[in-house]
């Protein structure tokens, strides 16, 4: 009978460190190259997070004079610079974010589902549609503005510069967004779950419906939000729809003229007088704090809905 060969201790310590090596990607050699290039990030990193804060810091500092509620609640003024308000601009974003939700979330997610559930991806109409949402995404927002003026014009409207047409036109920014997004969360919801509901004898949609999307609930919610964060920030499409900026009601449904929080700031920046420079940056931050509060809400769905598979 042959004496079985026990391994030392230094080679299963090598063995252990090279299976932790090839399973991290990471190594104890630092080489100067790695080094630098280490040393490369970390200053980029830096650099970019520094001059960010420079920016907010400086901008709070110059709109420090107006944090108050005259801000939140007056309309534009033309007469009283220093009482200037964006009242009409906080709700005109409002408005447009939800009609941009009511818009873009339904199409988005229902596209997402077809593409990824259901259709065959060997057929050529399915490929273009795949390319196309991949070169959409990185088309620049202005696009979008003339799209929505012309799509407006088709559905017979002779003024564009209502909330429906800002909706439009923020919705068709977002779209390619959300579908992204919503495909990358199904694709996370392991096809054991698929299979198992379908031996179960659950059809197709029955599966999608009850098993796929609320298992991927969390990925789809934070898409969404982050696409919507992103809209609430655009000026440039709204531009091109005549979008005005010294509106001085609060509008009061879709089909209502509107201004928005950046159509305000983008012609308050342009004023010589240093009372509107002030209230510009004052409205900078409140935007910013709009932004960063969706952006906030879309961590905490992800942390305390995401499955770990």
């Not at 299976?19 to 200053?43: I, M, N």
């Not at 997004?181 to 197709?204: D, K, M, N, W």
């Amino acid at each position: 009978m042959s004496t079985p060969v026990i391994p030392d201790r230094a080679n299963v310590a090598a063995r252990t460190a090279r299976e932790t090596v090839q399973a991290t990607g990471r190594g104890r050699d630092r080489t100067p190259g790695s080094l630098v290039f280490l040393g490369a990030l970390w200053f980029s990193l830096f650099f970019g997070v520094m001059v960010l804060m420079l920016l907010i810091v400086s901008t709070a500092l110059d709109g420090a004079g107006r944090f108050d509620g005259a801000l939140l609640t007056n309309y534009f003024s033309r007469v009283r610079p220093e009482e200037t308000g964006f009242r009409a601009g906080i709700l005109g974003s409002m408005w447009l974010m939800l009609g941009t939700a009511t818009l873009a979330v339904p199409i988005g997610i229902a596209s997402a589902l077809y593409l990824e559930e259901f259709a065959d991806r060997h057929r050529w109409y399915n490929r273009l549609i795949e390319l196309n949402l991949q070169n959409l995404a990185a088309v620049p927002s202005v696009v979008y503005g003339l799209l929505a003026v012309a799509t407006m014009a088709l559905l017979g409207f002779q003024v564009t510069g209502i909330v429906l047409g800002g909706a439009i036109a923020l919705a068709l920014l977002i779209l390619p967004v959300i579908i992204i997004t919503t495909r990358e969360a199904l694709r996370a919801v392991p096809s054991e779950i698929r299979f198992g509901s379908l031996a179960l004898g659950a059809t197709v949609w029955q599966t999608t419906w009850r098993q796929t999307l609320p298992a991927a609930v969390p990925g789809i919610a934070t898409g969404t939000i982050l696409g919507l964060s992103r809209a609430i920030g655009e000026a440039a499409p709204l531009l091109l729809l005549g979008v005005a900026v010294g509106v001085r009601f609060d509008p009061n449904g879709f089909l209502s003229a509107f201004t928005a929080l950046p159509m305000q700031i983008y012609n308050m920046t342009s004023q010589p007088q240093a009372e509107f420079q002030t209230a510009a940056a004052a409205a900078i931050i409140v935007l910013l704090v709009m932004i960063l509060g969706m952006n906030t809400l879309a961590i905490v769905i992800r942390n305390k809905f995401q499955k770990t598979w």
